[in-house]
């Protein structure tokens, strides 16, 4: 029997879920999903809410609450709309509990103990006015890579790229808009430089990945470097040493662990972990890349005894007007809103078929009406209701097959390629071309009903009618 593992992004428990967070990272391993446990293969799907690091604590100080009472909001929240929106999940956790924690401490512990974390005095921004240190997203300025103004002190939105926030031009305090000043400080580091080998040949049959996943992966192991782990900040998971208290382990480092501890929470975990038969699919957004196709790799690498991913089908971004769905922005449509008005089912169909796998897509709600109009109930509900209720009305029952002629032969011959077209594009993870054959399926049916008009042979030729 096939082991499948299928690890999703952890949706960041610092504001509500959006629309692309479903296009890019939750709906396409929900589809994958449900496609293996049909197939008959043992499923193991796991995400959680992705509670730490430093836009945790900055919205929460805005809004007077602690990250406890913050994070405890978002992830209840999270959880009851993908229940409605019928992602399903096997295990949905949160980086805060228990487990998780022992996890990403033993993580640690490992790595350091092999020689791969080491410590390092380097420099970070220090905001004089506010007597803190200023990590991530508590500091902006320009990014050193696209010039955009607006740059994060972990990533910059616009390009993409991950970066130190020492390494942001003309920055600014988040909290009091002030230049702050550079200051010695000392941090932990993954030696992922140790790894550059064994990334280099771990990749080396992994062509079959999307083209911009690999060429992204192969150009960041040419110029790899060690990152620091942790952070001068005192939400998040605790450095398991003595001396320590004043930082906390980096949530990059935290969350991608968070795969093996929820996986952890399930007694057959090693059967998913060890076994060198299981697949490991990871969907994420391509923000996410270097984690999961670098840092993850080379963290199971230096752990040892783990398996590495098999693929990283990582999407494009859904826009809204052109620009990128933003929580940070308040720029979305945001999936509690929508649920409180519309039904899921329309909502998985159009990001389904306007899925950003190899290119940002625009969302539109003149488009997702078309679409729902014109598509899913004109020709998929149409075929549908036109089957169910004709055979309904005058048999009661699925009628018998008599003898096929040409039409018929014919239909079932689309049948077949169709599953056998849907089947290879869900294993590849192409979910638009597979929902696409479903609905050419439906025209297909929808003509083949005109042609054979059962309607009239009600009357007059029986068998043929209950063959059709």
Not at 352 to 366: A, G, H, K, L, Q
Request: charged residues 30%; neutral net charge.
């Amino acid at each position: 029997m096939e082991k499948i593992f299928i690890g999703v992004a952890w949706p960041y428990a610092n504001g509500a879920l959006h629309l692309g967070h479903i296009a890019g990272s939750l709906l396409p391993p929900d589809i994958f999903a449900r496609y293996h446990r049909m197939k008959g293969s043992r499923v193991l799907m796991v995400s959680g809410s992705d509670e730490h690091g430093t836009p945790i604590t900055l919205e929460a100080e805005k809004q007077g609450k602690t990250p406890k009472e913050f994070v405890d909001y978002y992830h209840k929240e999270h959880v009851e709309c993908l229940k409605k929106l019928g992602i399903s999940f096997d295990l949905f956790s949160r980086t805060t509990n228990k487990n998780h924690e022992k996890v990403v401490q033993d993580m640690f512990l490992t790595l350091l103990k092999k020689g791969y974390i080491y410590k390092k005095k380097g420099i970070a921004l220090y905001c004089d006015k506010c007597k803190r240190w200023l990590p991530d997203r508590y500091v902006e300025g320009k990014c050193p890579h696209c010039n955009f103004e607006n740059a994060r002190g972990d990533q910059c939105e616009k390009c993409g790229k991950t970066l130190n926030a020492d390494e942001l031009v003309e920055p600014r305090c988040k909290i009091c808009n002030t230049e702050p000043d550079k200051k010695e400080t000392e941090q932990f580091f993954l030696k992922l430089s140790a790894f550059k080998e064994q990334l280099t040949d771990y990749m080396k049959d992994k062509k079959f990945w999307k083209e911009n996943v690999y060429k992204f992966t192969m150009n960041w192991i040419k110029s790899l470097e060690d990152r620091p782990i942790t952070r001068n900040i005192e939400w998040g998971v605790k450095i398991p040493l003595e001396g320590y208290d004043d930082k906390r382990i980096y949530v990059w480092f935290d969350a991608v662990t968070g795969y093996l501890s929820t996986s952890k929470e399930f007694s057959f975990w090693e059967d998913f972990w060890k076994d060198k038969n299981a697949k490991h699919y990871y969907f994420i957004g391509k923000d996410n890349i270097p984690f999961h196709t670098i840092i993850w790799p080379s963290m199971l690498l230096g752990y040892g005894g783990l398996n590495l991913p098999y693929n990283v089908p990582a999407n494009e971004f859904l826009t809204l007007k052109g620009e990128t769905f933003s929580k940070s922005r308040k720029r979305a449509v945001w999936l509690p809103e929508y649920l409180k008005h519309f039904e899921p089912e329309p909502l998985r169909y159009y990001l389904s078929i306007n899925m950003p796998e190899n290119r940002d897509v625009d969302f539109s709600w003149d488009d997702f009406i078309m679409k729902n109009n014109n598509e899913l109930v004109a020709t998929l509900g149409n075929f549908i209701h036109r089957v169910l209720t004709f055979t309904k009305k005058n048999f009661g029952k699925i009628p018998e097959a008599y003898e096929l002629d040409d039409l018929d032969k014919n239909a079932l011959k689309k049948i077949d390629e169709t599953f056998s077209n849907t089947e290879r594009y869900i294993e590849n993870c192409e979910f638009k071309n597979g929902i696409k054959a479903v609905m050419e399926l439906s025209q297909f049916g929808n003509r083949y009903i005109d042609e054979k008009a059962p309607w009239k042979t009600v009357k007059e030729e029986k068998e043929k009618c209950e063959t059709t």
